[in-house]
């Protein structure tokens, strides 16, 4: 969700007033995204680099997400969301918005509809890096450690791997985004800065991504392997 910060300077206003306007996209690709019938959503809103940004935007970002998480929390449970917090495990997250997380993850943990996972205090490499201490201190052997082994001591496992990943601004950087889930993902770059993406932008993402021709590696199946 890029584009925040330019959003708000090019109203020659400060940066914390493009955080509060993201807002609204928030719930509104939310709405798209569940009536569009996706199954797995995934928002970068906060990441582990993140934290070098200045304290007092810092410290915004987290009273802004602690009252959006309480404001909406009811509407999540109505509409069937589950949602699951990826990350949120420094210290210097303040024990209030922590516990809002635990919160939300308790109360939606039970429904059914599409799984919203915000990814808060989130950084590839480290989720990497916690697998593989994860796979070491299970006792697991060099020589049994698969693909499928090591994905199972990521967190939240049952996740599938990423197919489309959109991000808005026109920023071409995967920026440590859950770097082993999106190994085939598809990428967009729609130029539209995060708060003013909309719906129908979203929905634009989707069906390039429907023309997309996702082969894995492999070759067209009419082709039968012919090089021409």
Known sequence: MDGNGRWAQRRALPRTAGHQAAETTVIDIIEAAR?????????????TENWNRPGTEVNYLMRLVRRVVRKHAPMLLARGIRCRILGAADPRIPRELAQDFDDLSTLTADNRGMTLTIAFD?????????????????????????ERR?????????????????????????SNFMLWQVAYAEWVFPQVLWPDFRAPDFLACLHTYRRRDRRYGGVPPQTNGDPS
Request: hydrophobic content about 40%; cysteine-free; aromatic content about 8%.
């Open 35 to 47: 009536a569009a019938g996706v199954e797995w959503l995934s928002l970068y809103a906060f990441s």
């Open 122 to 146: 989130h950084g590839g490499r480290r989720d990497i890096v916690e697998a593989a201490r994860s796979l070491i201190r299970s006792g697991t052997l060099a020589d049994e450690v698969t």
């Open 150 to 174: 090591f994905a199972d001591h990521l967190p939240f496992p049952d996740t599938p791997d990423v197919d489309l990943v959109i991000r808005t601004s026109g920023e071409q950087r995967i």
